[in-house]
């Protein structure tokens, strides 16, 4: 479970925690249509288990951020677009103004993601 409103997440085993903080840049689904949101980059601080964080290719132009133990992929960093891309929805989405330039989202667009527009 999360601290806060958008503080922590961690893997399944708990070794690796990111800290994610400050807004989100908009919510889509990915290629195969999960939920995902959209973080700018920096907004994602390594918490813990700094030494099990396995940072690889993704095969599609951005790194998987996962955990060596459990093999959990905890998010996908695009460099290029400066995004992050977490699984699941937001669960409070009040004030979600879509932040995303229109380069970010053509790029993601391009990596498979579906981009839902906010109002
Ligand atoms: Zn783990």
């Known amino acids: 479970m999360s601290n806060g409103p958008y503080g922590q997440i961690a893997c ?3 070794a690796v ?6 807004s989100p840049l908009g919510r889509g689904q990915d290629a195969g249509d999960e939920p995902v949101t959209f973080w700018p980059l920096e907004a994602i601080q390594v918490g813990g288990g ?8 993704d095969g599609r132009g ?8 459990c093999d959990e992929c905890l998010l996908n ?3 290029e677009a400066g995004v992050a891309v977490l699984a699941g929805d937001l669960e409070e989405t009040d004030d979600l103004s879509m932040a995303l ?3 970010q989202r053509l790029c993601l667009e391009e990596l498979g993601y579906r981009v839902v527009a906010g109002e």
């Open 62 to 69: 951005g790194n998987a951020w996962g955990c060596r133990r």
């Open 77 to 79: 960093a695009h460099d």
């Open 50 to 57: 700094a030494d099990e964080l396995d940072i690889s290719p």
């Open 101 to 103: 330039t229109l380069s």
């Open 17 to 22: 925690t990111l800290l994610v903080c400050g």
């Open 12 to 14: 399944r085993c708990g």
